[in-house]
């Protein structure tokens, strides 16, 4: 249940409603909207008389949240949560260009990219120190030696960084080097993950499950949100589909319909979106242009012999040309770089 409560109750009284409904079962969680307090009661607590909190003094209206999602609902929560990290306000009008290898695979590499996705314009550096490969003889990643290097090199260039994590046990560890951390497509359903990611309180880039609808997905986050971490970014990559020409069928109609049932900010992922370079800056340009609120590049300054995800990444020039593409599409909708 959502209840609104009235604009002249003071604080005391939020928490006597509060109280009130957690002595039910219920877990509250609250939000703060243009001035009005907004409690999403949810869980399987013992069935209260709705129509009895209805006349509580405090209350102003209940109302019933039907998304299964209620925190990550619109109903909860209805502008859309803006997510600050670094240089970056991710959900904002300034779109968020996060951009950098696969893979961190040496200093070098990493801070070549670094150095030239900042130039380009990115604010967010990415890279995995811990890979799920899809094979065990594929490169692993370099582990916490990488994610000191992905580091620096982000702090060397004013850079944020969002970096994979596989493992509930590394949670900490990731969090301790990024700025965000991310949760693979892979990994969009290990709720003991979820769980982990959501003490880390740090912001969670949660990418859509290859064979995920849009509600679970929005289920996965709702996870987090229920376990108390309110920042978590949502990215299509692309789902498994019949269609094998590209690696990925980027799901673009996925944008406008999470921005209507979502308040959370989605980002696109052209690069494992369709696993080919010449394809990633159309459908970057496309993603914009359908209200993403910004986009996860991989880019390696040489592809030929990246460890992991060669094929799908922009050399530096191509990114610089796509943030320069996507400029006058960000204008026309009254969005920033
Ligand atoms: C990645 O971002 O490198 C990655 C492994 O992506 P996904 O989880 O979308 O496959
Ligand atoms: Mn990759």
């Not at 109280?19 to 509250?28: C, E, P």
């Amino acid at each position: 249940m959502l209840l609104r409560i009235r604009r002249d109750a003071g604080e005391a009284a939020v928490s006597d409603v509060s109280d009130r409904l957690r002595l039910a079962g219920l877990a509250v969680h609250r939000t703060d909207q243009e001035g009005q307090v907004r409690l999403a009661a949810v869980g399987q607590g013992a069935t209260l008389d709705w129509d009895e909190v209805r006349r509580w003094p405090a209350v102003e209206a209940a109302e019933p949240i039907l998304a299964p999602f209620p925190l990550a609902s619109r109903t909860f929560h209805p502008a859309d949560t803006v997510i600050t990290v670094g240089r970056c306000a991710v959900g904002s009008a300034q779109l968020a260009l996060m951009a950098g290898p696969c893979a961190v695979e040496g200093e070098q590499q990493a801070f070549t990219i670094a150095a030239a996705v900042a130039r380009a314009g990115a604010t967010v550096l990415r890279g995995g120190a811990y890979k799920p490969r899809t094979s065990p003889y594929s490169f692993q990643g370099m582990g916490e030696e990488g994610l000191r290097i992905l580091r620096r090199a982000a702090d060397a260039h004013g850079l944020a960084l969002v970096s994979e994590v596989l493992d509930p046990q590394q949670v900490g560890l990731v969090a301790s080097y990024a700025d965000i951390v991310q949760v693979g497509a892979r990994s969009m359903q290990n709720l003991s993950l979820l769980r982990e990611v959501a003490r880390a309180q740090k912001p969670v880039l949660l990418k859509r499950g290859p064979a995920a609808t849009i509600e679970e997905w929005l289920m996965s986050a709702e996870h987090v949100l229920a376990n108390g971490n309110r920042q978590v970014i949502l990215c299509e990559r692309g789902i498994r589909t019949f269609e094998n020409h590209t690696r990925n069928t980027l799901d673009l109609g996925a944008v406008p319909v999470v921005q209507e049932l979502s308040h959370l900010p989605v980002l696109v992922d052209p690069s494992h979106g369709t696993g080919l370079r010449d394809k990633v800056a159309p459908m970057a340009r496309a993603a914009i242009a359908a209200g993403a609120d910004g986009l996860l590049i991989e880019v390696h300054h040489d592809p030929d012999h990246a460890l992991s995800d060669g094929p799908q990444s922009l050399h530096p020039e191509q990114f610089e040309e796509l943030v320069r593409q996507i400029r006058p599409i960000a204008a026309v909708l009254g969005r920033t770089l």
